[in-house]
């Protein structure tokens, strides 16, 4: 019976690569294309437009996570195939940036994993990479101020949002959690595992802060009675074995990262939303003014947030708006219009949150 089932599965995947193999002729013409047009590689609404239509199409037992999986990695190496693609990220391996980057640019790319978020910036904006990936907020936590603060500096685009759901595991060499009697990670690990650890620790137990998951699982691979509270991408790096998975408190911990680029333009699709910064002029009302555009034009506003706006030792602040829809779509133009000298465009992209 194996044996039989075995034999339709090498007759299904002999299939498969022929397929595959014949999609990468058709990829490597398009990539011919683009390189005579010198137009870009990575189209996000394009792939979107894939997986919708498969994920439509599709009336077995794959779902659209599946398709995603599968799909990304399909992509990944198309692209690859076109052009190769490095991608930098805020790291270290293991962080939860590194998984959201696989996640669309799949295992074939060439990574850099980077200290900061200002280094991702640095390393796009000289074009050590291609694309960049950084955290810009988490839906307990809030904003990452410093995505931000280098959106605005950088003038940098984004070409693309990816939606990571956060599931932190516990991983030790010990079997036994009486064993354990120091926990590494990362604050905002602890804060947002509270529950877990104190149900299912009745002893007394040090919870020790470091800079990354990633290393919480390396000093507990070292040390004696030690645990980490990771990302599960970190403890498989470092080959902990992990004890309890999705710790978190809440199931629907979530964290939205944006892939940076240099001058990138997406094409429009339905779904699109744009992110800009807004520098207006410091008068009563001037706020109020430019939202009211958006609630005239019938646009919905995602995400308002100000920031310092760092000219010299004013206390003035700078605008992060987002707002659903395409920055060419006449209906955004027609609204922004009165605003021209004030807005920098940072990216109009497929929206996922
Ligand atoms: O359609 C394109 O523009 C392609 O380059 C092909 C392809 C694909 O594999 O289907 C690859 C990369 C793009 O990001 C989108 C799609």
Redesign the pocket.
């Known amino acids: 019976m194996l044996d039989q089932l075995r034999k339709q599965i090498d007759a299904v995947d002999d299939e498969l690569i022929k397929l595959l193999n014949q999609r990468m002729e058709y990829?490597k013409q398009?990539g011919e294309l683009k390189r005579n047009d010198n137009s870009a590689?990575?189209?996000p609404e394009?792939?979107k437009a894939?997986v919708d239509r498969l994920e439509a199409n599709s009336n077995g037992i794959l779902n659209r996570a599946a398709i995603e999986a599968i799909f990304f990695e399909?992509?990944a190496v198309?692209?690859n195939y076109?052009l190769p693609e490095r991608i930098a990220y805020l790291g270290p391996e293991g962080s939860f940036t590194h998984q959201a980057a696989e996640s669309r640019y799949g295992a074939m790319s060439d990574y850099i994993p980077l200290d900061s978020i200002s280094s991702v910036f640095e390393a796009v904006k000289t074009s050590r990479a291609r694309f960049g990936v950084v955290p810009i907020e988490n839906n307990q936590e809030g904003t990452v101020q410093e995505t931000i603060d280098f959106l605005a500096l950088h003038k940098l685009t984004i070409a693309a949002e990816i939606v990571l759901p956060i599931h932190f595991a516990f991983a030790s060499k010990e079997d036994d959690l009486e064993k354990v009697t120091t926990v590494y990670s990362r604050d905002i690990a602890f804060r947002q595992c509270k529950n877990f650890l104190n149900d299912y620790f009745k002893h007394p137990v040090k919870l020790v802060p470091v800079s990354s998951t990633s290393r919480a699982c390396k000093i507990a691979r070292e040390e004696e009675g030690a645990a980490a509270i990771c990302a599960p991408i970190a403890a498989r790096q470092y080959e902990l074995p992990i004890l309890y998975n999705n710790i978190q408190d809440s199931a629907d911990n979530q964290t939205r990262f944006l892939i940076i680029s240099q001058n990138f333009v997406n094409q429009m699709s339905d779904q699109d939303k744009t992110s800009v910064i807004a520098n207006l002029p410091d008068e009563p009302g001037s706020l109020v003014r430019f939202l009211q555009q958006f609630q005239n034009a019938g646009i919905n506003l995602c995400k308002v947030e100000s920031r310092p706006a760092k000219e010299g030792t004013t206390f003035k602040y700078v605008f992060f708006v987002e707002f659903e829809g395409h920055f060419n779509d006449p209906k955004i133009q027609n609204t922004i219009k009165p605003y021209k000298d004030n807005i920098t465009w940072l990216g109009s992209y497929v929206q996922l949150c």
């Open positions: 990829v398009v590689i990575y189209r394009r792939e894939i399909i992509f198309s692209r076109e």
